[in-house]
């Protein structure tokens, strides 16, 4: 028991980064740019919150700062103690990783780009390219007018494999449909992407891919269907949206709290706990339109799930920006 209690006493004098007794609960902290009830905030959030109903830790947070702020707070919950910090840094690489070097005792997993950055900026994205593929077999078996639009915040990479994934997996099952592509250049504008949708439903689409908040409602006013992203949305929308695909960003999180528990945490991509394999992404159920999906579309949908689990078939991933072809 002594031994043990000097090297425990010797560890935490080292400074391993977020280094803490296991039955303690862990400090964990976020600085998130957008609301809690933006699709990708939301499912960081709600996962953090999970491993706190658990009692593994101890989590508060702070929505919609501004980028001139975000340094700011993120060096504020630092200096407070908390030991494992999440957000999302796109805008503020440079400042963020900043904080990181100041304080190399404490673990950051960032939403980010870029690479890790030792020893203690990890790194996070959401590749759920693998479920965006599947629901575009599903956009591409459900439009009768072979025209699907698609409204997105930027043109970043972080949107652009994804909306690339749905349009293969459309025209996996519908080489003939086209696509009107469009982008906001807002993370949450709900009444912007609402009227982009409803340009291009007025040019014929009729299944629209709502990779922001407002698509779904410009495709329920105007009586058409839509594909949903990073969460599901159905239940507020049971006669528009089709199918989801689901980001689960828990594997990634509880991967972090773990390590930093153990003292074991270091910088790495965590990229890959976010597709299917690891659980950290999946096509919704289909729910409502478990019916009205075409059964020939369903049985190539999981056909080629199947395919993905198994490492059979490779979903590409394609960071370009993607253009219309709807002429």
Do not use: C
């Amino acid at each position: 028991m002594i031994v043990r209690s000097v090297a425990l006493a010797a560890a935490l004098a080292a400074g391993a980064p977020g280094l803490a007794l296991a039955q303690q609960k862990l400090k964990v902290a976020a600085v998130y740019t957008v609301p809690f009830e933006q699709q990708w905030v939301g499912r960081i959030h709600k996962a953090l919150k999970a491993a706190e109903a658990r009692g593994e830790i101890e989590y508060t947070a702070t929505e919609n700062v501004a980028n001139a702020d975000y340094e700011r707070v993120m060096r504020e919950y630092a200096q407070a103690g908390n030991q494992l910090i999440f957000g999302e840094v796109f805008g503020v690489e440079a400042a963020a990783r900043k904080v990181a070097k100041d304080f190399p005792k404490t673990a950051f997993v960032m939403g980010s780009s870029l690479k890790p950055q030792a020893p203690n900026f990890s790194v996070f994205d959401n590749y759920i390219q693998e479920p965006a593929y599947l629901s575009g077999m599903v956009a591409g078996g459900m439009t009768k007018t072979n025209k699907i639009g698609m409204v997105g915040g930027f043109p970043i990479p972080e949107v652009n494999r994804l909306m690339n994934a749905f349009m293969a997996g459309a025209k996996e099952v519908n080489p003939k449909v086209e696509f009107s592509v469009s982008f906001i250049n807002s993370w949450f504008d709900p009444p912007k992407a609402k009227e982009a949708a409803f340009a291009m439903i007025d040019k014929g689409a009729d299944v629209m891919y709502a990779e922001r908040f407002g698509v779904s409602d410009a495709a329920k006013e105007r009586g058409k269907l839509a594909i949903g992203n990073v969460i599901n949305t159905q239940d507020k929308y049971p006669d528009t949206v089709v199918a989801s695909a689901l980001w689960n960003f828990e594997p990634s999180a509880d991967r972090a709290i773990k390590l930093v528990k153990e003292g074991k945490f270091t910088a790495e991509d965590y990229g890959q706990f976010s597709t299917m394999k690891y659980k950290g992404s999946e096509l919704a159920p289909l729910g409502t339109f478990e019916p009205k999906v075409p059964a020939d579309i369903v049985a190539k949908v999981k056909a080629r799930q199947a395919d993905i689990l198994s490492g059979k078939f490779t979903v590409k991933v394609d960071d370009s920006q993607p253009k219309s072809t709807a002429r």
